[in-house]
């Protein structure tokens, strides 16, 4: 019966992040758009995650043309969105389409934002 038991309580602690939430590394891959006034120079950009709801910035990355990279989101079973903004150092801004996150394992980790579209 103990036995059983312990093979119970090891499930649910194991399936936890899963039904609760946590901390969860993604990845985010994606491109700046190519242009005359950035060919052959090797400014970096700041590639912000944002929050969609409320437009709060959670974390950032250096990036250069093509990119791929880590951040660590706190998830939940629910989808919670996301996108990205890229402020490089020659004051132009990119952004991402919007995605969602979720603890859930039907839920992607690796996102293809494809290349950012520049901000008006």
């Known amino acids: 019966m103990d036995k059983w038991l ?46 969609a709801e409320t437009g709060e910035h959670l974390n950032a990355r250096e990036i250069r043309g093509e990119f791929s990279t880590t ?23 990119f952004n991402s389409r919007t995605i969602s996150i979720s603890s859930r394992r039907s839920h992607s980790r690796t996102f293809d934002l494809g290349t950012l579209g520049e901000s008006q």
Not at 17 to 45: F, K
Not at 80 to 87: C, G, M, S
Request: charged residues 15%.
């Open 6 to 51: 312990l093979v119970a309580m090891s499930a649910l602690v194991m399936s936890g992040c899963s039904a609760m939430g946590g901390d969860m590394i993604i990845r985010v891959s994606g491109a700046l758009p190519a242009t005359t006034d950035m060919a052959g120079r090797e400014d970096a950009c700041q590639l912000h995650m944002v929050f």
């Open 71 to 93: 951040m660590m989101v706190v998830s939940a079973p629910a989808p919670t969105h996301y996108f990205f903004v890229a402020d490089c150092t020659d004051g132009r801004s």
